[in-house]
């Protein structure tokens, strides 16, 4: 098995990470970048009283990240300088009541700090076994290759995964960054599988959204609050929800499964990353380990979520140029 990407070749991948706690006793939480100190520890499913995860924390594979900012009145608690990055670090570990972070992640790339900064800081947590690896979230295949580079000239701990956006709505990262990790030997951690509740059924053609639904108001384009809420649930995407719920219906199960089952599927992704907010989301999401897809279920999905393409246009980052370099 390796160890940056977690996964055995000889297996397909089948697990799930959580940023609300640990679904089983040898998967994995993640912390998330909270600036509340009682957040990030119930996040993880932490007691208030210690960090050893119930007794647990040797078998969970913790992870957070760094970037966003923890105070909007200091312009320094924020991005990918080394003054932030070892701070949030001393916080986290005094947050979560531990002695070391497992896997430490780049929130977003930082066009403004050079990079052979960020893995330098990165690289001297690893030393003083305050963190024991290192990656990022969000970024270009070609921010990562240089990361790589630089950490191959400086003699530095590497990047191990990258935490791309992917799912059926969204399926760039099939262009470069995922074959880029296969190449690499980085693991895949998708974020936002279900697209943020899209591909869960909550949004039907013509139909009200549940009350709270994160997309306005209704599954109807033009009574949508935001703008970007009306650029989500497009025709086409309404077009893929609608052969998700004929395909789960066929399956028996809910299409918040089969949509999950996609992802942990795919080619190079080593576990996506769910968020379930109540028990009974916990149980649904862990039904989609159970699940296969035929392939006559990739094909219909391929025809309404075409290969390397987005459906809708699902998030943005800083993939450069970047002014400065080491």
Request: glycine residues 8%.
């Amino acid at each position: 098995m390796s160890h940056r990407t977690g996964k055995d070749p000889r297996r397909r991948p089948r697990t799930l990470l959580t940023h609300d706690g640990p679904l089983r006793q040898d998967h994995y939480a993640t912390a998330g970048e909270q600036a509340d100190d009682a957040n990030e520890g119930r996040q993880v499913g932490i007691p208030r009283g210690g960090g050893d995860v119930y007794g647990q924390r040797e078998r969970i594979v913790l992870a957070t990240k760094v970037h966003g900012s923890m105070d909007d009145s200091d312009p320094n608690a924020r991005g990918n300088h080394r003054r932030h990055i070892i701070q949030a670090c001393e916080d986290s570990l005094r947050r979560l009541k531990t002695d070391h972070i497992d896997l430490y992640q780049l929130h977003r790339p930082d066009a403004g700090i050079p990079l052979d900064e960020t893995l330098r800081a990165l690289d001297d947590l690893i030393t003083a076994g305050k963190v024991l690896y290192a990656s990022t979230s969000t970024f270009a295949a070609w921010q990562i290759v240089e990361g790589l580079w630089i950490s191959k000239e400086l003699g530095l701990n590497r990047l191990v995964s990258e935490q791309p956006p992917y799912n059926l709505l969204d399926r760039r990262a099939e262009r470069e960054p995922i074959p880029m990790a296969q190449t690499y030997g980085l693991a895949v951690l998708p974020w936002s599988p279900l697209a943020g509740g899209a591909l869960t059924g909550k949004y039907r053609r013509g139909e009200q959204a549940p009350e709270g639904a994160r997309y306005g108001r209704s599954g109807i384009p033009d009574a949508l609050d935001k703008a970007e809420d009306r650029a989500l649930l497009s025709d086409s995407v309404f077009d893929l929800i609608d052969v998700l719920l004929a395909l789960a219906e066929s399956r028996g199960c809910p299409p918040s499964q089969l949509a999950l089952a996609w992802v942990l599927n795919q080619r190079g992704v080593t576990s996506p990353i769910i968020g379930p907010r109540t028990l009974e989301q916990s149980i649904d999401n862990l039904a989609a380990l159970d699940l296969e897809i035929g392939d006559e279920e990739e094909a219909r999905l391929d025809e309404v979520a075409t290969p390397g393409r987005a459906v809708s246009p699902f998030y943005d980052a800083d993939f450069g140029p970047h002014p400065y370099r080491w």
